[in-house]
């Protein structure tokens, strides 16, 4: 049997994933990865997810270590978080966190200690497509479905790479830590975010204040499409295309939304939905998973949103209906069926 280093949170599906490798007889090691050092409330590196995994391991029988990458998590994935800000993009943390700690220093890490595979508790398949090569596929569970922020795996990992609670759904896996008595089976899920405190009815305030504290937040000026000035936003690196809610526009009735940010004069423009709507969104930086696909694909733009079809010409997504305007800085993920077959980060949007 295999020697696997599975990346044990603290959750429910990391714990399941390394109590069914080691029922099915291989050699686990668990580690932990101590990433953040600062205040957060969303379940994750805190001192009691660390807790809770080295409990888990002890039930289980199994080492467990902790890794600090605090340095490289600040360099690789909070640095370039509030800079994209800065710079008036939406950055994805959790795609950067799988691309650079996760999927990158954990592996070499991995290596260095001699095993043979990686596990974790992403809800996601790894698929062998039967050329020799392989793709992350959706996970059982639709809801819970983590594929689109694995997107950027290569071959090398994917072959050393071991998801096993992709095959279920999350109340399957919450039965089957129920079954094994693991501490963590009614362990509420974490935030995609560790770093960004999200109280209940704080809103966006935790965003806020943790960028505020980094970068100086600058205040906008709401317009129309007439030009005339309809508003404000307290800052405008806050403030994304296609977005409705949150608004100040003085009392308005109808429904406006974002159509364009200015970060040079400062300006937000609002106008009706339909102008929110493009034909295409350019991908400057798209790779391809074991080759290029002609025909019509499905494409994902954001950790939950829906998948919309499409077609690609070169770098440039070609929508088969005019479809909101993607953030710049946000993945966007080809999907054949439910293979993950594609994807990069959105540049310039085309207009409509």
Same mark, same amino acid.
């Not at 399957?172 to 509420?188: G, H, I, S, W």
């Not at 106008?271 to 991908?283: I, K, Q, S, W």
């Given at each position: 049997?295999?020697?696997?280093?599975?990346?044990?949170?603290?959750?429910?599906?990391?714990?399941?994933?390394?109590?069914?490798?080691?029922?099915?007889?291989?050699?686990?090691?668990?580690?932990?990865?101590?990433?953040?050092?600062?205040?957060?409330?969303?379940?994750?590196?805190?001192?009691?997810?660390?807790?809770?995994?080295?409990?888990?391991?002890?039930?289980?029988?199994?080492?467990?270590?902790?890794? +600090?990458?605090?340095?490289?998590?600040?360099?690789?994935? /909070?640095?370039?978080?509030?800079?994209?800000?800065?710079?008036?993009? /939406?950055? %994805?943390?959790?795609?950067?966190?799988?691309?650079?700690?996760?999927?990158?220093?954990?592996?070499?890490?991995?290596?260095?200690?001699?095993?043979?595979?990686?596990?974790?508790?992403?809800?996601?398949?790894?698929?062998?497509?039967?050329?020799?090569?392989?793709?992350?596929? @959706?996970?059982?569970?639709?809801?819970?479905?983590?594929?689109?922020?694995?997107?950027?795996?290569?071959?090398?990992?994917?072959?050393?790479?071991?998801? &096993?609670?992709?095959?279920?759904?999350?109340?399957?896996?919450?039965?089957?830590?129920?079954?094994?008595?693991? @501490?963590?089976? %009614?362990?509420?899920?974490? =935030?995609?975010?560790?770093?960004?405190?999200?109280?209940?009815?704080?809103?966006?305030?935790?965003? @806020?204040?943790?960028?505020?504290?980094?970068?100086?937040?600058?205040?906008?000026?709401?317009?129309?499409?007439?030009?005339?000035?309809?508003?404000?936003?307290?800052?405008?690196?806050?403030?994304?295309?296609? =977005?409705?809610?949150?608004?100040?526009? !003085?009392?308005? *009735?109808?429904?406006?939304?974002?159509?364009?940010?200015?970060?040079?004069?400062?300006?937000?423009?609002?106008? &009706?939905?339909?102008?929110?709507?493009?034909?295409?969104?350019?991908?400057?930086?798209?790779?391809?998973? %074991?080759?290029?696909?002609?025909?019509?694909? *499905?494409?994902?733009?954001?950790?939950? !949103?829906?998948?919309?079809?499409? *077609?690609?010409? +070169?770098?440039?997504? /070609?929508?088969?209906?005019?479809?909101?305007?993607?953030?710049?800085?946000?993945?966007?993920?080809?999907?054949?069926?439910?293979?993950?077959?594609? !994807?990069?980060?959105?540049?310039?949007?085309? =207009?409509?």
């Amino acid at each position: 049997m295999a020697e696997i280093l599975v990346a044990l949170s603290g959750g429910v599906d990391s714990s399941v994933a390394a109590a069914l490798l080691k029922r099915e007889g291989h050699d686990v090691t668990t580690v932990t990865l101590k990433l953040w050092g600062g205040e957060t409330d969303s379940g994750c590196c805190s001192v009691s997810d660390v807790e809770d995994a080295r409990r888990v391991a002890q039930q289980l029988g199994v080492d467990h270590h902790v890794f +600090n990458f605090g340095d490289d998590f600040e360099e690789h994935v /909070v640095e370039p978080y509030v800079a994209a800000y800065a710079e008036g993009r /939406v950055p %994805n943390p959790c795609v950067e966190c799988n691309r650079h700690i996760k999927f990158d220093k954990l592996f070499r890490r991995a290596d260095a200690l001699g095993f043979d595979l990686i596990a974790t508790g992403h809800h996601a398949r790894v698929i062998d497509v039967g050329d020799g090569t392989r793709r992350i596929g @959706r996970g059982a569970d639709p809801a819970k479905d983590q594929s689109y922020v694995l997107h950027m795996l290569g071959q090398d990992q994917l072959a050393r790479l071991m998801l &096993p609670v992709g095959e279920f759904t999350k109340d399957e896996v919450r039965e089957l830590a129920l079954e094994l008595d693991l @501490r963590t089976a %009614n362990k509420p899920d974490s =935030q995609d975010v560790c770093f960004i405190e999200r109280s209940p009815g704080r809103g966006d305030a935790g965003r @806020r204040a943790f960028l505020g504290d980094r970068i100086p937040l600058r205040p906008a000026k709401i317009v129309d499409q007439s030009g005339a000035e309809v508003g404000a936003a307290p800052s405008i690196e806050l403030v994304t295309v296609g =977005q409705r809610k949150g608004l100040d526009l !003085g009392g308005a *009735t109808e429904r406006r939304y974002v159509v364009d940010i200015d970060h040079t004069t400062d300006t937000v423009t609002v106008g &009706p939905f339909e102008d929110t709507l493009t034909a295409r969104t350019e991908v400057p930086d798209l790779t391809w998973t %074991n080759g290029a696909i002609d025909g019509e694909l *499905t494409v994902q733009c954001s950790a939950h !949103g829906a998948r919309r079809p499409a *077609t690609v010409t +070169n770098t440039t997504i /070609v929508w088969s209906e005019p479809q909101p305007r993607v953030a710049l800085g946000q993945s966007v993920v080809l999907y054949l069926e439910d293979e993950v077959v594609g !994807g990069g980060i959105a540049g310039e949007e085309h =207009q409509p």
